[in-house]
């Protein structure tokens, strides 16, 4: 856990959020500005900067089934989703710690949501 960074606080219950999955490996929770009616933050409960941070197989598994859970219980697996991760400066990245977006429940556009 990095001491000064957001998401590691939330993904370890140090700062509490609106949680939709947990397991061992992995915290996922809603984003604070939600840009589609499901807007969750899927990241590990470690602390890696970006996809491409040396991040164990196992810890990539953990994050992609928690995006499975997370689309059936959001009521998205059968509409359709979205699963980005900004990675580094181009893309926008805000919060230095790796973590996926998945968006659905509207027709989503061309942009991120
Ligand atoms: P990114 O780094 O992927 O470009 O953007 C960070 C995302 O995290 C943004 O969508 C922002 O709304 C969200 N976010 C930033 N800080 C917090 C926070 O403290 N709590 C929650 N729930 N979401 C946050
Ligand atoms: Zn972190």
């Known amino acids: 856990m990095k001491d000064d960074c957001i998401f590691c606080k939330i993904?370890?219950?140090?700062?509490e959020s609106?949680?939709?999955y947990e397991d061992d490996l992995v915290a996922a929770f809603?984003?604070?500005n939600p840009l589609?009616?499901?807007?969750?933050?899927?990241?590990?409960k470690e602390h890696y900067e970006t996809i491409v941070d040396g991040v164990p197989a196992q810890t990539l598994a953990a994050m992609v089934?928690?995006?499975?859970?997370?689309?059936?219980?959001?009521?998205?697996?059968?509409?359709?989703?979205r699963?980005?991760?900004?990675?580094g400066a181009d893309a926008g990245q805000v919060v230095q710690h790796l973590h996926l977006?998945?968006?659905g429940g509207k027709r989503l556009t061309?942009?991120?949501?």
Not at 83 to 87: A, D, E, F, R
Not at 110 to 113: C, K, S, T
């Open 18 to 20: 609106d949680y939709v």
């Open 110 to 113: 061309d942009d991120l949501a």
């Open 65 to 81: 089934h928690a995006v499975e859970e997370v689309a059936k219980s959001e009521g998205v697996a059968e509409t359709g989703f």
């Open 83 to 87: 699963v980005t991760t900004n990675t």
């Open 30 to 32: 809603r984003d604070m």
């Open 11 to 15: 993904a370890n219950h140090v700062i």
């Open 101 to 103: 977006h998945v968006l």
């Open 36 to 44: 589609a009616p499901t807007h969750v933050l899927v990241m590990p």
